[in-house]
C-alpha cells in the first residue's frame, strides 16, 4: 500500500487521481490511529453514533453496534447531523512561495483533500472558495459524492495570482449568517493592511466555528539564507536588497511578533488559529474538523 511521504510528489498533488489517493492514504491511516487509540469506542465512526437516551424510538437502535460492543448506541440520522463545511483560500501570489518543487497552494490542496475526503465520509456538506483580486472560484457545499470529484478538480484549477482584495464584493456570495457550519479559512497572512483579519473577523457567527490556518513554509519561519540577497514581493513587485546575516534576527522577532499578533486577535474574536509548516504532518488538521464538528454537533 502507498504511503503519504511515497505519495508526496508534485506531479501526484497536481492531478485529481492523484490528490484523491493521497487524501484517502492520509484520512486512512489517521483513522487506523484513532481505532489503536480506542478513543472513540470499538467500531465507533465519530459523531455518526451516539449513546442510547430514554424515549428514542427503538427502530434506531443499531443493533450490529451492541453485538460488537455491549453498549446502546443510536446512529443519527443525515438531517440530524449534517454539517456543511467551507475551505476559503487565499489565492493571491504570495500563496505560489515554493520550498523544495512545493508551493504553498499544493499544501493547501492536500490538507483541503483531506479534510474533505473525512467531511463527505461523515455525510456533510462541502464547499470550496478560492478569491484574488482578480476572480472568485466557488464550489458551493453539497454532499453528493461526485462533488467531491469537482471540489477537486476546482482545487488543482486555482490561480494563485495577485493580492487579496482589500473589500471582498463577493463577501455575500461566500458566508451565510444562518447556517451550521464549520469554515476553514487558509492563508499565509500575507496582508497589506489588516485585510485578511478583517474578512475573517467578519465570517464568525453564533452558529458557526471558524478556524483561520496560516501557512509558512520553513524558509520563512526559520530565515535560512546567506549572503547578499534581493527579495521581491510576489504580489507587489517591490524590491528590497539585504545582507541575510545583518537581517536574521530582527526578521525573527518581527515574525514572532507578527505571529503573536495574528493569534490574539483571532482568538478575541471568537476564532481558532493555528500555523502549519508546509514540511509539517497534516493530522493535527483533521484533529481540529473532528473537534470543531463535535461541537457543532
Known amino acids: 500500500m502507498n504511503t503519504y511521504q511515497e505519495l508526496l510528489k508534485p506531479e501526484i498533488v497536481r492531478e485529481v487521481s492523484g490528490l484523491s489517493l493521497m487524501s484517502r492514504v492520509i484520512v486512512d491511516g489517521y483513522l487506523q490511529g484513532l481505532n489503536k487509540s480506542r478513543h472513540l469506542g470499538v467500531g465507533m465512526e465519530f459523531s455518526q453514533y451516539r449513546g442510547y437516551e430514554a424515549g428514542d424510538d427503538l427502530r434506531l437502535l443499531d443493533w450490529k453496534m451492541l453485538a460488537r460492543s455491549g453498549r446502546y448506541y443510536i446512529k ?8 456543511s ?3 476559503i483560500l487565499d489565492a493571491s501570489a504570495s500563496m505560489e512561495h515554493r520550498e523544495n518543487a512545493f508551493t504553498k497552494m499544493d499544501f493547501v490542496r492536500i490538507l483541503v483533500a483531506s479534510i474533505s475526503y473525512l467531511a463527505h465520509s461523515q455525510g456533510d456538506d462541502v464547499g470550496l472558495f478560492a478569491l484574488n483580486q482578480h476572480q472568485l472560484q466557488a464550489v ?3 454532499a453528493v459524492k461526485k462533488d467531491f470529484n469537482r471540489l477537486l478538480h476546482e482545487l488543482i484549477s486555482i490561480e494563485n495570482r495577485g493580492k487579496w482584495p482589500e473589500k471582498s464584493t463577493s463577501f455575500n456570495q461566500i458566508h451565510s449568517h444562518n447556517r451550521k457550519e464549520i469554515v476553514f479559512f487558509i492563508t499565509d497572512m500575507h496582508q497589506h493592511q489588516y485585510e485578511l483579519q478583517e474578512f475573517a473577523k467578519g465570517l464568525k457567527t453564533d452558529r458557526n466555528e471558524v478556524a483561520v490556518l496560516q501557512i509558512m513554509g520553513a524558509q520563512e519561519m526559520e530565515f535560512q539564507y546567506k549572503g547578499t540577497l534581493t527579495f521581491e514581493d510576489i504580489e507587489t513587485g517591490e524590491k528590497v536588497k539585504i545582507s541575510a546575516k545583518e537581517a536574521k534576527d530582527q526578521y525573527l522577532k518581527d515574525l514572532e511578533k507578527n505571529i503573536k499578533e495574528n493569534e490574539d486577535f483571532f482568538l478575541s474574536n471568537g476564532i481558532d488559529y493555528q500555523l502549519f ?4 504532518p497534516l493530522t493535527e488538521t483533521l484533529k481540529l474538523y473532528l473537534k470543531k464538528r463535535i461541537k457543532l454537533a
Request: glycine residues 0%.
Open 85 to 87: 463545511v467551507k475551505f
Open 76 to 83: 443519527q440520522s443525515e438531517i440530524e447531523s449534517q454539517i
Open 277 to 280: 509548516k508546509m514540511n509539517e
Open 140 to 142: 458551493y457545499p453539497r
